[in-house]
């Protein structure tokens, strides 16, 4: 899966790839600098007495007033050359300048900022780029990380001194509302904290910017900060293991899960809840109708009869990845937001989405849910089924006699090569989810299969860790 760049700025393991917005360091090509004229001695040959060869400098043998016509020709050409170097020099630094090649660019404007303007708790940017991916969160056990200026890297964040209000204050910088915010814990950092820690300096208080609160230190007394922003992956009663070759679901077993619904209350599509506000749920669901004003939302129960008999949720808006592609499926992931937020409870719950530095590994045991078919021809269930399903690597999935070459990097393919095991119609939008450290990750969204179940066939999801970024911009933006 997507392999995760360290060093670098953003909360979701797909990083800000400061390479891809900063040009090569700069190195001056050989031959960009006209070569000055040289003195090459020339040589005239003459003829010695005992007609042997004998070199003599051309210069002893001119005379003086072939000098002076010379240096009248040299001045002129040195001017010239002295020139297009001024000019090549104020153009080099004006390309320097604009590509800024010693620093980092605003995302918006372009305003190139030294690298240690980012994340130094002052905003540079009109927009405030250098000071909004400060903080995330890395692997299974929510490691808290703050960017350092200092040191142009990620450091784990020391427990020195920390409470809940920096917690709160930390996950509201990172888009999370404080009224969902759970908890902090003590964690090991292990090797993250090779190069040192971000600690609070003394005398911190919760009035100015954390960041400016913050600075580097290569001691810290306690642990270092696990930070949990919301609620998320947990679940009351584990999987007890249709879709196809699944099994029903008990209450509350996949907590995320909803059905997107036609004002009729026919069920379409599945979604996965990720915050009070926001659901995730696949492109091609809304090709029939992008019109949020059509679509309601179910949550809370494994029975669509009994989900009836409480109002839904109305849909704000729609956001389709706008390079979704309906011929390829690439790309095949939206966005619903809520008109009011989801109340939490035991039976309606948001999943994990992963975190910095969480590769999803080839081979391991996912859970795919759904309301749609349990046979490729057959009616839709009234209960939520489950299965369980291997996640192959898109190799595998590519080979002539699998999926030949239709899985691009937006997609993971994941099933059983002998069959019998798959989502299907109906299932599209919902969730392939994870379990890692006792919490449940989202990886996938429900594509497209080919037919169902089939042998070699396995079923397509849109690749959330793919899609990290795309996510966290578009429900952070307010
Ligand atoms: N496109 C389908 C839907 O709209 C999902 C199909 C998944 N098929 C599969 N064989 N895994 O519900």
């Given at each position: ?15 800000f ?28 040959i ?22 002076k ?25 004006y ?5 800024c ?10 305003k ?69 915010y759970?908890?902090?814990s ?5 090797s ?17 910017h ?51 619904q ?10 996965s ?26 949550s ?11 109002n ?24 619903l ?36 078919k ?17 996640i ?32 299907c ?16 990750w ?11 179940a ?25």
């Amino acid at each position: 899966m997507d392999v995760v760049k360290e060093n670098v700025p953003a909360y979701d393991n797909i990083g800000f790839q400061h390479e891809d917005t900063r040009p090569p360091p700069y190195a001056p090509r050989a031959g960009i600098y006209p070569s000055l004229p040289q003195a090459t001695p020339s040589y005239v040959i003459t003829h010695a007495p005992e007609n042997t060869l004998q070199s003599t400098p051309q210069e002893n043998v001119q005379n003086k007033g072939r000098k002076k016509c010379k240096w009248s020709r040299i001045l002129p050409v040195s001017i010239f050359v002295l020139l297009i170097l001024a000019v090549l020099t104020l153009l080099l630094w004006y390309f320097l300048y604009y590509q800024c090649a010693f620093g980092r660019a605003c995302w918006n404007s372009g305003k190139c900022l030294s690298f240690s303007q980012w994340c130094d708790g002052v905003v540079d940017c009109p927009d405030g780029e250098d000071e909004s991916k400060c903080f995330r969160l890395h692997g299974s056990n929510f490691l808290l990380q703050s960017y350092s200026s200092q040191s142009q890297s990620w450091m784990p964040v020391c427990a020195d001194k920390w409470d809940d209000d920096y917690g709160k204050l930390v996950c509201e910088e990172m888009g999370y509302k404080s009224k969902d915010y759970v908890t902090y814990s003590k964690t090991n950092a292990g090797s993250l904290a090779s190069k040192g820690f971000m600690k609070l300096v003394p005398g911190s208080d919760k009035k100015s910017h954390i960041l400016s609160q913050l600075s580097h230190s290569l001691f810290c007394l306690q642990n270092t900060v696990g930070l949990r922003c919301i609620d998320c992956g947990k679940t009351i009663a584990a999987p007890s293991s249709r879709i196809v070759g699944g099994t029903e679901a008990s209450q509350g077993a996949w907590p995320w899960q909803v059905s997107l619904q036609s004002l009729s209350s026919r069920h379409i599509c599945g979604g996965s809840i990720i915050s009070p506000l926001w659901i995730v749920s696949a492109a091609h669901c809304f090709e029939g109708s992008s019109n949020s004003s059509e679509w309601i939302v179910r949550s809370g129960d494994v029975s669509l009869l009994e989900m009836k008999l409480y109002n839904g949720n109305e849909v704000r808006q729609i956001i389709s990845h706008e390079k979704f592609d309906s011929e390829t499926n690439d790309n095949d992931i939206a966005l619903l937001k809520l008109k009011k937020p989801l109340t939490f409870s035991r039976k309606v719950k948001p999943v994990c989405l992963l975190n910095n530095g969480m590769e999803l590994m080839a081979g391991t045991p996912a859970w795919i849910t759904g309301w749609g078919k349990l046979r490729s021809s057959g009616p839709l269930p009234d209960k939520l089924n489950q299965a369980q399903v291997t996640i192959y690597n898109r190799e595998d999935c590519n080979k002539p006699n699998i999926l030949d070459g239709a899985i691009t990097e937006t997609m993971i393919c994941a099933g059983e090569l002998k069959g019998g095991v798959d989502s299907c119609q109906g299932d599209s939008g919902g969730p392939l989810v994870v379990k890692e450290a006792d919490v449940w990750w989202l990886v996938g969204d429900t594509s497209w299969g080919i037919g169902c179940a089939l042998k070699n066939r396995p079923g397509v999801y849109g690749n959330v860790t793919h899609f990290l970024d795309w996510i966290y911009r578009h429900t952070q933006s307010e």
